[in-house]
C-alpha cells in the first residue's frame, strides 16, 4: 500500500466553501464505485461508531439518495442528495441537505462536486462543497465536519485496500 498519499482538506470561510483533494490507491472503477454505489458507501460514509443506512439511492440526474447516518443508540440523521450532474467515472454532483424521516429537506443545502482521476494505479477525488448560507456553513464546521470527514474518507481508504486484496 502506498503510504504517501495526498490529503488536503481546505476550508475558505469568506466563500463559504471546502475543498477537499484525496489520493486512493485504487483504481478508478473501484474508487467511482465506492462514491456511487449504496452498498459500498453504506460500508464508509458515516464516522465510526455512527453508521450510513441507505433508504433508497438512484443514480442518475434527477435521481436521489435517502439515508441515515445512525449512532451507536440508534438516533438517526437524516440526508437528501439530489443529483444534478453526472459523466461516468469522472465526475458528478449532486445537492445536499439534511431532512426529516419524511423527506422534507431543511434547507439551505449545500454543493457537493466531485472529480475523479487515475494515474499509475492511484486515483484523486476532487470534492468542492460550496454552503448556500453562512449559518450552515458554520454549524458544519462547528458540528466537527472536518473531523467526521476525514475519518469516513479514511474507512474508504482501509475499505479499498481490503477490496485490492480480494481481487
Not at 14 to 36: C, M, N, Q, Y
Not at 78 to 97: C, G, M, V
Not at 106 to 122: K, R
Amino acid at each position: 500500500m502506498k503510504n504517501n498519499l495526498l490529503f488536503d482538506f481546505t476550508i475558505d470561510k469568506a466563500t463559504r466553501t471546502i475543498f477537499i483533494k484525496r489520493e486512493f490507491a485504487a483504481g478508478l472503477s473501484l474508487v467511482w464505485d465506492a462514491f456511487t454505489k449504496k452498498e459500498i458507501l453504506d460500508q464508509w460514509w458515516a464516522p465510526a461508531p455512527w453508521a450510513s443506512r441507505t433508504k433508497f439511492m438512484n443514480f442518475e440526474v434527477g435521481g436521489r439518495r435517502f439515508f441515515a447516518m445512525v449512532s451507536p443508540e440508534g438516533q438517526e440523521r437524516w440526508l437528501i442528495q439530489r443529483y444534478t450532474s453526472i459523466s461516468p467515472k469522472t465526475h458528478f454532483n449532486y445537492y445536499n441537505a439534511f431532512a426529516d424521516k419524511d423527506e422534507n429537506p431543511e434547507l439551505p443545502g449545500s454543493d457537493w462536486d466531485y472529480h475523479f482521476s487515475e494515474q499509475n494505479g492511484t486515483t484523486t477525488v476532487h470534492i468542492t462543497i460550496k454552503n448556500e448560507s453562512p449559518v450552515r456553513f458554520e454549524k458544519m464546521i462547528e458540528l466537527g465536519f472536518q473531523e467526521g470527514f476525514t475519518a469516513c474518507l479514511q474507512q474508504l481508504d482501509e475499505l479499498l485496500t481490503l477490496k485490492n486484496k480480494q481481487v
